[in-house]
C-alpha cells in the first residue's frame, strides 16, 4: 500500500476502520491535484469558468426512502423512527461493511480530513474515504478546513466510506435497492454505497449534527441561513425550497455565516459547512450574482448541460436534472464571516411560498406560535412545480428539513422555546407566496415588498407600528411597513371576494391542523394552543 499526500502522525485507516489492503491512499490532495485526476480518469471536465463538471450518474439527488439509522442501545429510545428514520440492524451493518471492504480490495481510494462546526466547542473531525477524486473535492469544498498543522496531529471522530461503484443486494443485505445511506452512531460511521449523489455525503453528517447535538450538548441545530449585520445582529432564514431562504439572506449590508446549516448554542450561531452547495437551474449573473460569480476553479458542477460544441455550462438545460448543483469553498464568496459563526440572534424568519394567498405577506408569532410553525414548516408547491401538480398543494417539512431529523420534531421546536424564552427576539413569519388569490388568480409578492419588510424587521421600523390580528390563523400583522403599499399587509383586502377568502383560509387550517395531529402526543398543550382557529 502506497501513501500520497499529506497525512498526520495517527493516520491509519487499517487501525482506524480496518481498510488496510488499498493498493494507494490518496491524502488531502489539493482541490488541483483532484480535479486534475478527475480528468485524467475521464470522469469530469473543465468549464470555461475554470469550474470541474462532473456526472453523478443514475442518482440526481438524495434518495430519503434508501437512508437508514442503526437501531441499537444508543438509538433505540431516542431516535424518531418511521418513514423518515429507518431501522437497520447492528448485523446488517457490519455484514454490509465486511461486502464493501472486500469489494474495495487493493483499490485507489481518496481520503480527506475535515471539520464540521465553525464553533471550536463543538468542533467534529470527519475522514472521508471516496472512490472517486471528485467526491474528495466536494467534501473539500463543504467542510472545514484543517491547517497543515492540524491534519499532522488530526484524529478522526467520524468516517464516511463513498463508494458509488458498490451496490448491495436488498434480499441479503436489508437495504431497499442497491444504494444506500446508513448512518451508525455507535461506530461513528456512515456508508454510502450505489450514489454518485455527492449530497448524501453533506446531509449524512448534518443528520449526524442533528442527532448529537440537540440531544447531546443543548444545542439547536438547524435548516437555515444566517447573516450578520453591521451592528453585530445575527438574523436566521428558515425556508424550504422555492421560499427564497438563500436570496433573501444574500445581502450586501450583511455578512454571510452560511446559508444552509447552522447550530445556535447558548452564545453563537455558527455554520456546521465550510461551502455552499447550490442550485443553479436558470441561474444568471442578475438573479444570483453571488453564486454566479463564486462559480471559478475549485469549484464543483455536478449534471449540468453545455452549450452546444462549447464548454461553456448551460444552467438553462434540465435535460439530465432539475436539481443541477455547484459546490464551493465559502471563501468563493465575498462579504463572509471569518470564522464562520456570530451571536445568538436578534431576528429569526420563517419563509413559506403560500400559494393560497392566506398568510400575512409579514407577521410577527408569539413564542408559541414559533414553536408550532417550526414544527408545521409549511409551504405550497404550485402548478408546474412537479408532474401531476395542478393547482396548490401543501407542503409540511418539520423543522424546515424533516427528512434530516432524527429526533422527534417536538424535541427541536422544545429546544427552540427554551432560547426564545426570557429573550426579546423576534421571530417573523414571511409569506414569499401570493398575494390577491390563490395561485392562477392571485400576484406573486414582489420581491422588492419582501426585501423591504426584512429590512424593516432588520432596522426595527416595526416596533412602533401598531399591529392587527388576522382570524382564524391569529397572527399578528404590522398595519404599516416603509415600502410596502399597507392594503396588502392585511391578505383579506388584497381578495375581491372576501368569501372565498375566508373558505380558502379554513381550508388551509385543516391542513395544518390535520397535518400536526402525528405531533399531538409529545407536544406541549401551549404549542396545540398555537394551531390555527377551525371555524365550525
Known sequence: MEKIGKFGKHSDLGATIGLDN???????????ELIEDSIILGEGVLTDT???????????????????????????????????????????????????????????MYVRDAFA???????????????????????????????????????????????PSFEADPEVDGTRQGNFAILNFTKKMILIGGTGYTGEIKKGIFSVLNFILPHEKNVLSMHCSANVGEDGDTAIFFGLSGTGKTTLSSDPNRRLI????????????????????AKTIDLSKEKEPQIYDAIKFGSLLENIGFLEETSTPDYSDGSITENTRVSYPIHHIENVMVPSKAGAPSNIFFLT????????????????????HFMSGYTAKVAGTEVGITEPTTTFSAGFGAA?????????????GEKLNGTDINVWLINTGWSGGSYGVGQRMKLSYTRAMITAALTGKLTDISFEKLPIFELA??????????????????????????????????????????FAAETSSEILAAAPKILV
Open 22 to 32: 488499498l493498493a494507494t491512499e490518496y491524502w488531502n490532495l489539493t482541490p488541483a
Open 50 to 108: 475554470g469550474s470541474l463538471a462532473i456526472d453523478t450518474g443514475a442518482f440526481t439527488g438524495r434518495s430519503p426512502k434508501d437512508r437508514f439509522i442503526v437501531k441499537d442501545s444508543k438509538t433505540e429510545n431516542a431516535v424518531w423512527w418511521g418513514d423518515i428514520n429507518i431501522a437497520f440492524s447492528p448485523e446488517q451493518f457490519d455484514a454490509l461493511y465486511a461486502k464493501m471492504k472486500v469489494y474495495i480490495g487493493d483499490s485507489d
Open 117 to 163: 462546526c465553525a464553533d471550536e466547542a463543538f468542533q467534529m473531525n470527519i475522514r472521508v474515504i471516496t472512490e472517486q477524486p471528485w467526491s474528495n473535492l466536494f467534501a473539500y469544498n463543504m467542510f472545514l478546513r484543517p491547517t497543515d498543522a492540524e491534519v499532522e496531529n488530526f484524529n478522526p471522530e467520524w468516517h464516511i466510506l463513498c463508494v
Open 258 to 277: 452560511g446559508d444552509d446549516e447552522h447550530g445556535w448554542s447558548n452564545d453563537t450561531v455558527f455554520n456546521f459547512e465550510g461551502g455552499c452547495y
Open 353 to 372: 411560498a403560500d400559494a393560497f394567498g392566506v398568510l400575512p405577506p409579514i407577521s410577527k408569532l408569539t413564542n408559541e406560535q414559533a414553536m408550532y
Open 404 to 416: 434530516f431529523l432524527p429526533l422527534h420534531p417536538a424535541k427541536y421546536a422544545k429546544l427552540l
Open 477 to 518: 400583522y404590522p398595519t404599516a411597513c416603509e415600502g410596502v403599499p399597507s392594503e396588502l399587509l392585511n391578505p383579506r383586502n388584497t381578495w375581491a371576494d372576501k368569501s372565498s377568502y375566508d373558505e380558502t383560509a379554513a381550508s388551509l387550517a385543516s391542513k395544518f391542523v390535520k397535518n400536526f395531529e402525528k
